[in-house]
């Protein structure tokens, strides 16, 4: 366990007395604390898929294409792209409600209906 100059200090105490501890899941340099005992990623790798491609499945879910299709052609599962576009509802003005004025339309056939005298025979 050596300690080189170049070596990050701890997010936590802010200690310069820290130790390479491995890699992880996603290939990112691992560090142990000597102080506090705490292990930290001075460069976390971002995650998730970029804005621009959430954008982009919602474009094509407004255009009509169904959610296989936008997965396939931007090589994501089709569940991700679903719940992209139920991130994007959810984020959207809720709908206006019903007025108080409320207005009905009828139509002549319905007052020649409603008036009849004799009963249908079809």
């Not at 310069?16 to 340099?29: E, Y």
């Not at 919602?58 to 719940?83: K, P």
């Not at 809720?94 to 008036?115: K, N």
């Amino acid at each position: 366990m050596s300690y080189t100059v170049g070596m990050p200090t701890c997010p936590f105490c802010h200690s310069s007395i820290v130790v390479k501890q491995g890699h992880n899941k996603s290939g990112t340099q691992r560090y142990w604390c000597r102080d506090c005992g705490r292990t930290f990623t001075p460069q976390a790798k971002q995650r998730g898929y970029p804005e621009t491609l959430r954008q982009r499945a919602i474009q094509l879910y407004l255009e009509g294409t169904n959610l296989r299709r936008i997965g396939r052609l931007l090589g994501v599962t089709h569940m991700t792209v679903a719940a992209w576009i139920r991130q994007h509802a959810d984020a959207l003005p809720a709908a206006p409600g019903p007025q108080d004025s409320c207005q009905a339309e009828m139509d002549e056939l319905f007052t020649f209906v409603q008036a009849k005298k004799t009963s249908s025979t079809s």
